[in-house]
């Protein structure tokens, strides 16, 4: 079986990080297309590093650039891949104009698709992220989701019968890496004054809905700062830019502005937290499977189990709650209630690599 993964973001680089390993002693052939799509080397390169997983065999460069810019670019790039390679699956990654683009090439070429991280929804369609996704699902002929509730949501869209739940790979790093994080006993490399010792909270802010209007920005920056203990504040690439752009200062009051860690250290940094304030979907998930509360900013998730006992609680405008209620939901301690196990047991590439197999035959 020859199976090509198509990656472009630092989310989907964790996952192939899951598939690679899989693959690695397995009978089966493996070509990587890395879009380019999140270019700067924190959010890409140091992840084949950090993984073990090879160098991609393609390697495509495409860089930032408008939406419709640079899906049409990765079309046209994948194309000639694809037609030269011609893979018995091509296996696209979560939700990004990486995946839509991957999987439009292939289904164009008549080349069997499927989607990891197939099924979820978050039913905001001002989201991109969200017509990636329901568009990937239904154009895809194997949907390779996470969890019983992903599944649900695509029997729901009469696709349950591509549909199959193997888990979810990101449990699979989470876990490998939080073991090796607490066997090495490491402490995290966070912004400057953050005493990883002293509570403080991890924080990620990215998506277009915070960041592109700067009066929201504004505010949610200033929610942040005014949080009574520190808050580590992972600055991504698009933050930084629309922070400049609309003259916003991202050290202040409490905040405290470094920038995105590799895997490791971030799964260091949220260990050593007393919680996490983000907008990113990955990190919800993450501070779950790691046992630290979550406050999302966001008006909705993808991830709803996190919800269940309060792990996760969504605070779309910090700035509209009275001071002391924000600052009690985002200082909040993890919940008493036992985490239950929705997204697999941490063997989900290798599940994938059999579902793949076992469809093929």
Known sequence: ?????????????????????????????????????????????????????????????????????????????????????????????GDTNST????????????????LEAGLRSFNRRMPEEHNRVLTDHCADLLLAPSDEAVRHLTSEGLGSRAVNVGDVMVDVCFHTRDAVLAAGERPELPAGIDPGQPFLVSTLHRAENTDDPELLAALIESLASLPIPVALLAHPRLQAKADQYGLKLTQGSLHAGKPLPYRQLVAAVLASSGVVTDSGGLQKEAYLLGRACTTLRTETEWVETLEGGWNVLVPRPDQLTREQWHATATRPAPGTALDAPYGDGRAGFEVVRVLAERLA
Do not use: N
């Open 1 to 93: 079986m020859k199976v090509v993964s198509i990656v472009g973001a630092r989310p989907q680089l964790v996952k192939l990080g899951a598939i690679a390993a899989a693959f690695k002693d397995s009978e089966h052939e493996h070509v990587v297309i890395h879009t380019g799509q999140h270019y700067d080397p924190e959010l890409s390169d140091v992840f084949f590093t950090e993984f073990g997983i090879p160098e991609p065999d393609f390697h495509l460069g495409i860089g930032s650039g408008s939406h419709g810019a640079q899906t049409g670019a990765m079309l046209a790039a994948i194309d000639p891949i694809l037609d030269a390679e011609r893979p018995d699956w091509v296996l696209v990654y």
């Open 100 to 115: 839509i683009a991957g999987a439009l090439s292939a289904v164009k070429q008549h080349l069997p698709v499927a989607h």
